[in-house]
C-alpha cells in the first residue's frame, strides 16, 4: 500500500508559480511511475505531467515550458512546479502513483488562479 499526501496548492494571480509537493509512504519499492493529474469544475480529469524510474519525464502540451515534474527519492516526494500560471490552470491538482497506471491517488489539492 502506498499513501500519497499533496501540498502546496493555493491562491496566486496569473502570472504567478507555486510548487506542489506529492510526500509518498509505504510501499515505496512499489511505484513505478508518478504522474500529476488535474481536474477543474465541470471537466474530466487529466494529466499535467509524469515521471519515470529513469527520470524521464513528459508534460501536456498546454503546459510545456511552464510546468515541470520532479523527484527526490529519500524521502520519497514528486514536485510539481508550476510558472507562469494562467485562469485555465485553476483545478484541483491529484498525484498518482503505480506500476504503469495509477494505483494509488492522493486526496489532491486545490489551486486557484485569480486576479
Known amino acids: 500500500q502506498v499513501h500519497l499526501v499533496e501540498s502546496g496548492g493555493g491562491l496566486v494571480q496569473p502570472g504567478g508559480t507555486l510548487r506542489l509537493s506529492c510526500a509518498a509512504s509505504g510501499s515505496i519499492s512499489s511505484i513505478n511511475v508518478v504522474g500529476w493529474y488535474r481536474q477543474a469544475p465541470g471537466k474530466q480529469r487529466e494529466l499535467v505531467a509524469q515521471i519515470y524510474p529513469d527520470d524521464a519525464t513528459r508534460v501536456r502540451d498546454s503546459v510545456e515550458g511552464r510546468f515541470t515534474i520532479s523527484r527526490d527519492k529519500s524521502p520519497y516526494t514528486v514536485y510539481l512546479q508550476m510558472n507562469d500560471l494562467k485562469p485555465e490552470d485553476t483545478a484541483v491538482y491529484y498525484c498518482?502513483?503505480?506500476?504503469?497506471?495509477?494505483?494509488?491517488w492522493g486526496q489532491g489539492t486545490q489551486v486557484t488562479v485569480s486576479s
Open positions: 498518482a502513483a503505480g506500476e504503469v497506471d495509477p494505483d494509488y
